[in-house]
């Protein structure tokens, strides 16, 4: 192995960048290879929960907030493009003036004030992330000025979900209750109709979700990136070096709330409806657990997680040997990461670097520990 | 010299139990006070006290003229006090190198440090830092990975990336050789001075070695105050802590 790239496998960050920059070109690649719009929609679908999960790991993995409420950030977010999209199909279905279909099913006789602003796109483009992230900076603010911590946090963003899972349920008039909003016009934006099925849609949310990561290394990389870090590991202590902990955690918060909602734009215009199971208990639990799998503490690897788990339940609940024991299979796959990959995949990967980043110093015996092969390049280091 | 810090009856009491009651402490600018006294008399929470772990139930805590009894420990911390706690509290996950760029925490705003990304030119100044305490090699190395010695010193550097006015220091040399406690004795002989400095420790011969003053605390008050000679010669003193030895001999 040559000393360039030894040097190049111990600069984490450089690693991280190019693998992260790998990963994202092969996603724009993949459609050259795949020339199957099914396909595609579906893989465009597993991308945006990939989003969802690398931003709880934004908070999670990076700052130690357990937000079990991320499905609520993402729901919002696609909610509030159902609802735009929505807006443009009453001309052609109740002409010109009328309501959206399932108003006039409810006897709704004018459109609510809330659902007005939605005629504007940017608007509702904007309200996907704004209204994520006020939500998220006010619950933040209460949380974690009040030094809530742990399991607290996930029982308070849990049952914070559910309120705003039973609030869509209940006010089926203005939010289409239990069916969601379905029948949606196509996004258009600057000219280009995102079709579902086509593969403008996987372009666009391809470069979202590579703009969103990007954006989420660089928070990560920054000075705030590490106090976050630190506060993970050691809240009480960084307050004594005078930073001001809650509004670093405020941060994290609403910075991943933010990308949800992103990610739940995206999820609408992929799955070309809006339902309340996008912002139910279940979908949230999952992004907690294709985080822990792809390894919380990296942000491509959850993304990752996300986009293999979510693929694999695809697969096998299709496939007519695991019809009825595929629900197992993934839950043993998911004990075995847990017990033996406390990082996840991504801490498997994490382990390869060093390992081969030590290797020219002197041949680790087989079976080194992690702390000789560290002592090894240490040495390397020295010398 | 001028008081930097004043304590006056400060009290504190857990469930009734009073930790510490009526403490009064002086300490000028410059100087470098050993806080010692027996196991439960007081010492840790008075540190506590000091910058904002524990809040006094009554007195007050006089800071430069400020009063901190009532103020965030965040607060406390940039109106410059440093602690080092006994248990060391470094930052496990984060490597050597960014626990010190945590700990240089000259700006501490949220969106000032969301724009700093990658080398800033005072990550060279923390290099020496490093360099100093004898951990450079293990600069990019998780804080996991150290000894217990060497954990102990690398909260000791944090410190001094920090640089505060007044730090507070809680049983620095537990668990290190006698030549690291001398190398300890060393920083704090060159900190003095410039920074004001209270030391909580056990080891008599450290103790002896970086003190001018040494202040007696027992149940939570003051018992005695005075240099090293003064402290093991007055008669209450060698009741409650020493025994019958001595200080000389500790």
Same mark, same amino acid.
């Given at each position: 192995?040559?000393?360039?790239?030894?040097?190049?496998?111990?600069?984490?960050?450089?690693?991280?960048?190019?693998?992260?920059?790998?990963?994202?070109?092969?996603?724009?690649?993949?459609? #050259?290879?795949?020339?199957?719009?099914?396909?595609?929609?579906?893989?465009?679908?597993?991308?945006?929960?990939?989003?969802?999960?690398?931003?709880?790991?934004?908070?999670?993995?990076?700052?130690?907030?357990?937000?079990?409420?991320?499905?609520?950030?993402?729901?919002?977010?696609?909610?509030?493009?159902?609802?735009?999209?929505?807006?443009?199909?009453?001309?052609?279905?109740?002409?010109?003036?009328?309501?959206?279909?399932?108003?006039?099913?409810?006897?709704?006789?004018?459109?609510?004030?809330?659902?007005?602003?939605?005629?504007?796109?940017?608007?509702?483009?904007?309200?996907?992330?704004?209204?994520?992230?006020?939500?998220?900076?006010?619950?933040?603010?209460?949380?974690?000025?009040?030094?809530?911590?742990?399991?607290?946090?996930?029982?308070?963003?849990?049952?914070?979900?559910?309120?705003?899972?039973?609030?869509?349920?209940?006010?089926?008039?203005?939010?289409?209750?239990?069916?969601?909003?379905?029948?949606?016009?196509?996004?258009?934006?600057?000219?280009?109709?995102?079709?579902?099925?086509?593969?403008?849609?996987?372009?666009?949310?391809?470069?979202?979700?590579?703009?969103?990561?990007?954006?989420?290394?660089?928070?990560?990389?920054?000075?705030?990136?590490?106090?976050?870090?630190?506060?993970?590991?050691?809240?009480?202590?960084? &307050?004594?070096?005078?930073?001001?902990?809650?509004?670093?955690?405020?941060?994290?918060? @609403?910075? @991943?709330?933010?990308?949800?909602?992103?990610?739940?734009?995206?999820?609408?215009?992929?799955?070309?409806?809006?339902?309340?199971?996008?912002?139910?208990?279940? #979908?949230?639990?999952?992004?907690?657990?294709?985080?822990?799998?792809?390894?919380?503490?990296?942000?491509?690897?959850?993304?990752?997680?996300?986009?293999?788990?979510?693929?694999?339940?695809?697969?096998?609940?299709?496939?007519?040997?695991?019809?009825?024991?595929?629900?197992?299979?993934?839950?043993?796959?998911?004990?075995? %990461?847990?017990? $033996? #990959?406390?990082?996840?995949?991504?801490?498997?990967?994490?382990?390869?670097?060093?390992?081969?980043?030590?290797?020219?110093?002197?041949?680790?015996?087989?079976?080194?520990?992690?702390?000789?092969?560290?002592?090894?390049?240490?040495?390397?280091?020295? @010398? | 010299?001028?008081?930097?810090?004043?304590?006056?009856? #400060?009290?504190?009491? $857990?469930?009734?139990?009073?930790?510490?009651?009526?403490?009064?402490?002086?300490?000028?600018?410059?100087?470098?006070?050993?806080?010692?006294?027996?196991?439960?008399?007081?010492?840790?929470?008075?540190?506590?006290?000091?910058?904002?772990?524990?809040?006094?139930?009554?007195?007050?805590?006089?800071?430069?003229?400020?009063?901190?009894?009532?103020?965030?420990?965040?607060?406390?911390?940039?109106?410059?006090?440093?602690?080092? $706690?006994?248990?060391?509290?470094?930052?496990?996950?984060?490597?050597?190198?960014?626990?010190?760029?945590?700990?240089?925490?000259? &700006?501490?705003?949220?969106?000032?440090?969301?724009? &700093?990304?990658?080398?800033?030119?005072?990550?060279?100044?923390?290099?020496?830092?490093?360099?100093?305490?004898?951990?450079?090699?293990?600069?990019?190395?998780?804080?996991?990975?150290?000894?217990?010695?060497?954990?102990?010193?690398?909260?000791?550097?944090?410190?001094?990336?920090?640089?505060?006015?007044?730090?507070?220091?809680?049983?620095?040399?537990?668990?290190?050789?006698?030549?690291?406690?001398?190398?300890?004795?060393?920083?704090?002989?060159?900190?003095?001075?410039?920074?004001?400095?209270?030391? %909580?420790?056990?080891?008599?011969?450290?103790?002896?070695?970086?003190?001018?003053?040494?202040?007696?605390?027992?149940?939570?008050?003051?018992?005695?105050?005075?240099?090293?000679?003064?402290?093991?010669?007055?008669?209450?003193?060698?009741?409650?802590?020493?025994?019958?030895?001595?200080?000389?001999?500790?």
């Amino acid at each position: 192995m040559s000393n360039a790239f030894t040097t190049f496998l111990n600069n984490r960050t450089a690693v991280q960048i190019t693998v992260y920059a790998i990963v994202c070109g092969a996603i724009f690649l993949f459609p #050259l290879v795949l020339d199957n719009d099914f396909l595609l929609n579906r893989y465009a679908r597993y991308l945006v929960l990939g989003m969802a999960a690398m931003a709880l790991s934004l908070s999670w993995g990076y700052a130690g907030i357990l937000n079990l409420g991320q499905a609520l950030s993402f729901g919002i977010g696609s909610y509030c493009m159902a609802m735009a999209l929505k807006l443009r199909t009453v001309p052609v279905h109740t002409g010109e003036g009328g309501l959206p279909d399932f108003m006039v099913w409810n006897n709704v006789e004018t459109l609510p004030w809330f659902w007005q602003p939605f005629h504007s796109m940017p608007f509702a483009l904007l309200a996907g992330i704004v209204v994520p992230v006020f939500l998220a900076v006010i619950l933040g603010w209460f949380m974690f000025r009040g030094r809530v911590t742990g399991v607290y946090v996930a029982i308070i963003t849990l049952a914070t979900l559910v309120v705003g899972n039973l609030l869509i349920i209940d006010q089926q008039r203005f939010t289409g209750g239990f069916n969601g909003i379905t029948d949606l016009a196509q996004l258009e934006l600057f000219g280009i109709e995102f079709d579902a099925y086509s593969k403008s849609t996987y372009y666009l949310v391809a470069v979202c979700m590579t703009v969103c990561l990007f954006l989420a290394l660089a928070v990560t990389k920054s000075k705030a990136g590490m106090i976050l870090q630190a506060v993970r590991d050691h809240e009480d202590r960084v &307050r004594f070096f005078g930073y001001d902990v809650a509004w670093y955690k405020v941060l994290a918060f @609403s910075v @991943s709330a933010g990308i949800a909602g992103v990610a739940g734009m995206l999820y609408t215009v992929v799955m070309e409806f809006a339902s309340p199971t996008f912002l139910g208990v279940p #979908l949230s639990l999952s992004i907690v657990i294709w985080c822990a799998v792809g390894g919380r503490q990296s942000l491509l690897g959850a993304l990752l997680g996300a986009i293999l788990v979510a693929g694999m339940e695809g697969t096998l609940s299709e496939s007519e040997t695991f019809l009825d024991t595929w629900t197992l299979i993934m839950g043993a796959a998911f004990v075995l %990461v847990v017990l $033996f #990959l406390p990082n996840g995949l991504a801490g498997l990967f994490e382990m390869l670097r060093r390992r081969l980043a030590a290797q020219p110093a002197e041949k680790p015996t087989e079976g080194a520990t992690d702390a000789a092969v560290l002592a090894d390049k240490g040495a390397a280091e020295r @010398s | 010299m001028t008081t930097h810090l004043e304590l006056s009856n #400060l009290a504190v009491s $857990f469930n009734g139990f009073k930790a510490v009651d009526g403490l009064n402490l002086k300490v000028a600018k410059g100087e470098l006070r050993c806080l010692i006294g027996p196991n439960g008399a007081g010492k840790t929470t008075a540190l506590d006290l000091i910058c904002g772990k524990t809040k006094p139930t009554s007195g007050s805590i006089r800071y430069r003229g400020q009063e901190l009894a009532q103020m965030e420990e965040h607060l406390i911390a940039r109106s410059g006090v440093g602690r080092k $706690f006994q248990v060391p509290s470094v930052f496990k996950q984060l490597t050597v190198r960014e626990n010190l760029e945590v700990a240089y925490c000259k &700006r501490t705003g949220v969106f000032a440090n969301l724009i &700093r990304i990658g080398r800033t030119p005072e990550s060279d100044g923390l290099e020496k830092l490093a360099d100093f305490v004898g951990l450079v090699d293990f600069l990019d190395h998780p804080a996991s990975y150290l000894s217990h010695g060497q954990t102990q010193w690398l909260e000791i550097a944090l410190l001094l990336a920090q640089d505060s006015e007044l730090i507070l220091l809680d049983e620095p040399t537990a668990g290190m050789t006698s030549q690291e406690t001398q190398k300890t004795a060393d920083i704090c002989n060159r900190l003095k001075g410039r920074h004001t400095i209270i030391v %909580v420790e056990h080891d008599m011969g450290f103790v002896k070695e970086i003190g001018d003053v040494i202040s007696v605390m027992h149940q939570g008050s003051m018992l005695a105050e005075g240099r090293a000679d003064e402290v093991s010669a007055n008669q209450k003193v060698r009741e409650v802590y020493l025994g019958k030895v001595g200080i000389g001999h500790a």
